[in-house]
């Protein structure tokens, strides 16, 4: 895929969406690195539901530390993989605490650091809550940039890299979340909705379906 088709489908997807941003609630940068957390193998939908209560209730790290394991999991039990998520954002609010005077750091290495944080977590809460110029790679961004041809890659790895290479800068801060809700609303993995995909004529995907709904 050229440049000049690059552009064209961010300024379409800026078009249809000019302020894209995650579906997962928050108010601070450390409500979006706990909820991000929560999310791996969960539904934005079921996080909101478990992270309304919980950060009413403690939506700093020294308050979610207060609450105590037990507590923790009272508030996110109907999250999967609860236990194992409540037993790393306890020690991740500790560290934050400890080691940071309560503040997210602005800086990979450290938030990759902290437990139940991986490479994709990092990148969502330094394009988001700071604005750094990141790509999360997740399951939809990895399929539509194949599908598309915007950036194929093996991995996520090698989607993230083509990514922040070939994005045309002006597009390049909002770009991740574009490409994830056309991947969660549009582009979907199985039948794609082509018919009623605004940039059907731009991408480059072989097998288009007609369906719009």
């Known amino acids: 895929?050229?440049?000049?088709k690059r552009i064209a489908i961010f300024s379409r997807l800026r078009e249809a969406n000019p302020n894209p941003?995650?579906?997962l609630n928050f108010n601070s940068p450390f409500e979006l690195l706990i909820a991000v957390i929560l999310s791996a193998q969960a539904t934005d939908v079921g996080v909101n539901k478990a992270t309304g209560p919980l950060f009413r209730d403690a939506n700093t790290p020294e308050a979610i530390a207060a609450l105590g394991l037990r507590k923790l999991k009272s508030y996110i039990k109907t999250i999967g993989l609860f236990n194992t998520k409540a037993e790393n954002v306890l020690k991740t609010c500790k560290i934050l605490v400890k080691e940071h005077g309560g503040e997210i750091?602005?800086?990979?290495?450290?938030?990759?650091?902290?437990?139940g944080v991986g490479r994709k977590t990092a990148n969502v809460v330094l394009n988001t809550a700071f604005g750094e110029p990141t790509m999360a790679v997740d399951t939809h961004i990895f399929r539509v940039s194949n599908r598309t041809g915007?950036?194929?890659?093996?991995?996520?790895?090698?989607?993230?890299?083509?990514l922040v290479r070939l994005t045309p800068p002006e597009f390049l801060v909002n770009a991740h979340h574009w490409i994830l809700l056309h991947g969660r609303y549009v582009c979907v993995a199985r039948k794609p909705r082509c018919g009623s995909c605004y940039i059907e004529d731009l991408c480059e995907f072989k097998q288009k379906t007609q369906i719009g709904d």
């Open 150 to 162: 915007i950036a194929k890659g093996k991995n996520v790895r090698e989607v993230e890299d083509r």
């Open 105 to 115: 750091p602005r800086d990979r290495a450290a938030l990759e650091a902290l437990p």
């Open 1 to 4: 895929m050229n440049r000049d």
């Open 21 to 23: 941003t995650t579906e």
